[in-house]
């Protein structure tokens, strides 16, 4: 089992900067990929950023160039820098944790995120 634990999301007017983070605990596989999806109101969860053990980065078209994936190898970590926030990146940001070994998906509780203008 892994557990992710979210932290970082909150309010903010348009065009301002938030950081969240995502710690994972329990059974981490070295081959593994994590990243964020978000959620919002009466829309299925789309991919933002992901990130591989090697930091090979992905990013959602939507957020290249304003948003930045990292992690921490030694601690099981993964932040997302998210800057010039529009209205439209309002969401349930959720933490993911990707098992290539095992094939399983593990998601966080999800953290909200609000842009306003």
């Known amino acids: 089992q892994v557990k992710l634990v979210e932290s970082g999301g909150g309010w903010v007017q348009s065009g301002g900067s938030l950081r969240l983070s995502c710690a994972a605990s329990?059974?981490?596989?070295?081959?593994?990929?994590m990243g964020w999806h978000r959620q919002a109101p009466g829309q299925q969860r789309n991919l933002v950023a992901t990130?591989?053990?090697?930091?090979?980065?992905n990013y959602a078209d939507s957020v290249k160039g304003r948003f930045t994936i990292s992690r921490d190898n030694a601690k099981n970590t993964v932040d997302l820098q998210m800057n010039s926030l529009k209205l439209e990146d309002t969401a349930v940001y959720y933490c993911?944790?990707?098992?290539?070994?095992?094939?399983?998906?593990?998601w966080g509780q999800g953290t909200q995120v609000t842009v306003s203008s």
């Open positions: 990130i591989s053990r090697g930091t090979i980065t």
């Open positions: 329990g059974s981490i596989f070295s081959i593994n990929c």
């Open positions: 993911n944790y990707f098992n290539f070994f095992t094939g399983r998906d593990y």
